[in-house]
């Protein structure tokens, strides 16, 4: 590994792209992909939780399997959130943890900030508007974008805009939400040929029971934590005393995990994955009919 910064990759850093590097996207200089390439991440509870009950942010991943998480940051050109993660957490969504990139010759950038957003609930005072960052080279100027429907509120759009971000509107979805194969294929036109989901629930959901939507990487992080109740990992947004797994799409439609290793970072368990849908033939790297 050739290093440019003062110091050494620590040997945590090492072993997450050591893990990871066989897994992660094709590198900029290889020709742009129809539709970005996509990986899925979070960390979770022994019991599948996510986060809290009240949603309040929750650090699962120790100290070690942050280290991957950020490793898979640097490895992307953006990073992708829903709205209530946005408002609950106000995330900074910058690359930290690690000092260099996937080949040890670069420090590591920041990924450019996706927001899916359909109604602009984004507060225009979010962390992530104001935090600069060290981003990849995308044609979005490097800019926060925020995905959007037609439903939205135009001065919030004009606010945000002037807050410095991309607002982007595309297809809705039949729950009046951003839709996500459309937002890949924007996500696209604006030169991001990698896309890290990082959740919440309902995006994790959503992702999941897109039927032609291919995953080309999940990655999951167990954490030795009992929540006992929460918002469930997939698609629960909790209300009261828990939350229910989302329905997912029909049985032989359910992503199959291939490939699949675990290794050990610290206390965490974190396994990495290919998904392929058996019966519609989407493979990876690729979206069916679109
Ligand atoms: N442990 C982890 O790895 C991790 C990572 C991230 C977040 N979290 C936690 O997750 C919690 C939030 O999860 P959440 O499920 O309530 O919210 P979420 O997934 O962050 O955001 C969901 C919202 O995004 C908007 N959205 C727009 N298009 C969407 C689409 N195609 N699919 C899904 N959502 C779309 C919708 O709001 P509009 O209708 O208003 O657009 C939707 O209600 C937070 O408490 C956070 O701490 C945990």
Partial sequence: MMQTGPHPPSPTEQAAYAFLSPHLPPPRSSAAPAVPFLTLTYAQSVDGFIAKRDGRPLALSSPFSSVLTHALRASHDAILIGVTTAVNDDP????????YDVTGAHGAQSPIPVILDSGLRTPVTAKVLRIP????????????VILTTRDHDAEQKRALEAAGAVVVVVASD??????FPSALHALAHHGIRSVMVEGGATVIGNVLQ???VK????VVTLAPVILGRGVHAVGGASAGGGSQPSEMVAEEETPRLVDVQWKQFGPDMV????TARPSTGV???GARGL
Avoid: F
Avoid at 92 to 99: E, G, H, I, K, P
Avoid at 133 to 144: E, F, I, L, Y
Avoid at 215 to 218: F, P, V
């Fill in 283 to 285: 493979e990876a790297n």
């Fill in 210 to 212: 897109s039927a032609n």
């Fill in 92 to 99: 900074s969504l910058t690359t930290r943890c690690v000092a």
């Fill in 174 to 179: 039949a729950h009046h939400r951003v839709d």
């Fill in 133 to 144: 960052r060290t981003r990849r080279g995308c044609d979005s100027n490097s800019k926060v």
């Fill in 271 to 274: 396994m990495l994955a290919k």
């Fill in 215 to 218: 995953i080309d990487l999940l």
